[in-house]
């Protein structure tokens, strides 16, 4: 079991951000900016292309809409989308607001954000995607 598996099942805490019966999303907690979100399937897939072509549409439509989301809460040029999976053996998406294409540079220092308002930034994207 890995650990978004695991954070689906509520072993570990997570600051979720929006929820569906197939996806998940949650703020990762080393962001590269503030409102930086993980994408999960709730089903445990290591390799993002190993999704049905018809899971990997319903993922980037559950996707895209947790952009608007964070677009709305952190206004921004645009939110970037990266597919990596080099780290976690469970497919995700990283969504990133952009004010320039630095702001997705996974290998500098990242951010560290205090727990109340990482559920905070939670809390405001849960409720635009919500609101949609």
């Given at each position: ?28 907690i080393n962001p590269v900016t ?5 994408v999960i399937p709730k089903r ?82 849960q409720q635009e995607y919500e609101?949609?």
């Amino acid at each position: 079991m890995t650990i978004f598996s695991k954070i689906v099942a509520g072993e570990i805490p997570s600051y979720k951000c929006a929820e569906n019966e197939e996806f998940y999303a949650f703020l990762d907690i080393n962001p590269v900016t503030k409102g930086h979100t993980l994408v999960i399937p709730k089903r445990e897939v290591d390799y993002f292309f190993d999704l049905s072509d018809e899971e990997l549409a319903r993922m980037m439509a559950f996707t895209k809409r947790v952009a608007a989301a964070i677009k709305a809460v952190f206004p921004c040029k645009k939110v970037g989308v990266a597919v990596m999976g080099l780290d976690v053996p469970h497919a995700h998406v990283h969504l990133a607001p952009l004010q320039s294409e630095v702001d997705m540079d996974f290998g500098k220092k990242k951010l560290s954000l205090q727990p109340d308002e990482m559920m905070q930034i939670a809390s405001r994207i849960q409720q635009e995607y919500e609101a949609q």
